[in-house]
């Protein structure tokens, strides 16, 4: 009989040994499952930080481009009122300012620089379109390097003969205006 109860007894040492060691395993996967969740935890918890970080930039930058907005659309009904003012004036002179036969606007006209002079200290250049291509005193020609496509200066037409007009230089690049170079009244 004590034989028996020491191996029952044996036999549920064993069992409890193989439970414990079983329980033992689960612990140390559950201590693994917990590790890697914390780390998940912390991988989480960081990047929802950045995300609040650009969440926090991106609407301050929508409120700026919002009160920009706000303050573009402020701009341009006062642009829309002073422009409703000018056509009206413009009306009242007998000129309609959507007509495409505009007379107040200057005709395309384009030429080359034919000659460069100082006169008097001031820089000059003599085009090579006058009367007979519609131009006239105080026109403004854009001057653009012919190789380059450059934007060089301006032309303001002080004196207009049939063929040529001669014109003072100014703008930025005044110095590389040279013979060849293009003149257009628009771009």
């Given at each position: 009989?004590?034989?028996?109860?020491?191996?029952?007894?044996?036999?549920?040492?064993?069992?409890?040994?193989?439970?414990?060691?079983?329980?033992?395993a689960?612990?140390?996967?559950?201590?693994d499952?917990?590790?890697?969740?914390?780390?998940?935890?912390?991988?989480?918890?960081?990047?929802?930080?950045?995300?609040?970080?650009?969440?926090a930039?991106?609407e301050n930058?929508?409120?700026?481009?919002?009160?920009?907005?706000?303050?573009?659309?402020?701009?341009?009904?006062?642009?829309?009122?002073?422009?409703?003012?000018?056509?009206?004036?413009?009306?009242?002179?007998?000129?309609?300012?959507?007509?495409?036969?505009?007379?107040?606007a200057?005709?395309p006209?384009?030429?080359?620089?034919?000659?460069?002079?100082?006169?008097?200290?001031?820089?000059?250049?003599?085009?090579?379109?006058?009367?007979?291509?519609?131009?006239?005193?105080?026109?403004?020609?854009?001057?653009?390097?012919?190789?380059?496509?450059?934007l060089?200066?301006?032309?303001?037409?002080?004196?207009?003969?049939?063929?040529?007009?001669?014109?003072?230089?100014?703008?930025?690049?005044?110095?590389?205006?040279?013979?060849?170079?293009?003149?257009?009244?628009?771009?």
């Open positions: 009989d004590l034989q028996s109860q020491v191996a029952q007894s044996t036999t549920t040492q064993t069992t409890l040994s193989t439970s414990v060691n079983t329980a033992m689960l612990v140390n996967t559950l201590r499952e917990l590790a890697a969740l914390r780390e998940e935890y912390q991988r989480t918890f960081a990047q929802n930080q950045d995300l609040s970080t650009n969440l930039r991106v930058e929508y409120e700026f481009t919002r009160r920009a907005l706000r303050a573009a659309e402020e701009a341009n009904k006062d642009r829309s009122a002073r422009i409703e003012a000018l056509e009206a004036q413009l009306l009242a002179q007998g000129i309609d300012p959507r007509a495409t036969d505009n007379p107040a200057p005709p006209i384009n030429g080359v620089i034919v000659r460069r002079d100082v006169i008097g200290g001031q820089p000059y250049a003599l085009i090579s379109v006058g009367r007979e291509d519609d131009v006239k005193q105080g026109m403004r020609f854009s001057v653009v390097d012919a190789e380059t496509n450059q060089l200066g301006f032309v303001t037409v002080e004196q207009v003969d049939d063929q040529v007009s001669i014109g003072k230089l100014s703008g930025p690049s005044i110095e590389q205006i040279a013979p060849n170079d293009q003149v257009y009244t628009r771009i």
